[in-house]
């Protein structure tokens, strides 16, 4: 497995947790890297982006003040902290790599994706 997401888990409503991606090939160091979101019964929906050297993030309208995306390149890599979490948060959360080097949100700008996380919110 090339990228790996780690950190998922259960949380209550209202706290935070972070979730981090790793590139073990050191592919996406030159690369925007992208988190998204699946949760069941749902389409994969853009969460967060982040440019190659880290200057420039978007985000979705949904998660926006609540969850910060930061990269390490020296240490290939990138999280993702969520705070204020709702149960609508509850996904599998995927980290992928852009074919640029920009933050992107369209789901067709990636094209290497990782195992996903799951994190749960609960009421």
């Known amino acids: 497995v090339q990228l790996q997401a780690s950190g998922g888990g259960l949380v209550q409503a209202g706290g935070s947790l972070r979730i981090s991606c790793t590139d073990s090939?050191?592919?996406?160091?030159?690369?925007?890297v992208g988190w998204f979101r699946q949760a069941t019964g749902k389409e994969r929906e853009f969460v967060a982006a982040?440019?190659?050297?880290?200057?420039?993030?978007v985000y979705a309208d949904s998660v926006k003040g609540r969850f910060t995306m930061s990269r390490d390149r020296t240490k290939n890599l990138v999280y993702l902290q969520m705070n204020s979490l709702k149960p609508e948060d509850t996904a599998v959360h995927y980290c992928?790599?852009?074919?640029?080097?920009?933050?992107?949100?369209?789901?067709?700008?990636?094209?290497?994706w990782g195992q996903g996380t799951l994190v749960t919110v609960s009421s």
């Open positions: 090939r050191r592919t996406f160091s030159n690369n925007g």
């Open positions: 982040i440019s190659w050297n880290g200057g420039n993030t």
């Open positions: 992928a790599r852009a074919r640029g080097s920009g933050a992107a949100t369209m789901r067709t700008t990636y094209d290497l």
